[in-house]
């Protein structure tokens, strides 16, 4: 098991940054992936970045490639995702996520820890 905690959503003007934090307890942090998804109203969720274990690997979707990065911090068992140039599109409910599993995977379902979500809002 391993309890997931979001913070640093809110309310951001177009074109500005906010830097989400998720921070993990319970099973040893190092033993899982983690992602970031996000759910905007009326749409399904989407893995917008991904990061291996040892943080070795990224994965970045196409639509935030260039303005989102993913990176984690194991001593502090916390991922991270910085985001900037933000647009109005990428207002939805952010979501941290842990995979227990030996594949470095995107897909929703090679998540079995989930956050309880941190709204983002981008005004435009």
């Known amino acids: 098991q391993v309890q997931l905690v979001e913070s640093g959503g809110g309310l951001v003007q177009a074109g500005g940054s906010l830097r989400l934090s998720c921070a993990a307890s319970g099973r040893t942090f190092i033993s899982f992936h983690m992602g970031w998804f996000r759910q905007a109203p009326g749409s399904e969720r989407e893995c917008v970045a991904a990061i291996s274990r040892s943080g070795g690997s990224t994965y970045h979707a196409d639509s935030v490639k260039g303005r989102f990065t993913i990176s984690r911090d194991n001593a502090k068992n916390t991922v991270y995702l910085q985001m900037s140039s933000l647009k109005s599109e990428d207002t939805a409910v952010y979501y941290c996520?842990?995979?227990?599993?030996?594949?470095?995977?995107?897909?929703?379902?090679?998540?079995?820890?989930w956050g309880q979500g941190t709204q983002v809002t981008v005004s435009s």
């Open positions: 996520a842990a995979s227990p599993l030996v594949t470095f995977a995107t897909k929703e379902g090679a998540y079995n820890y």
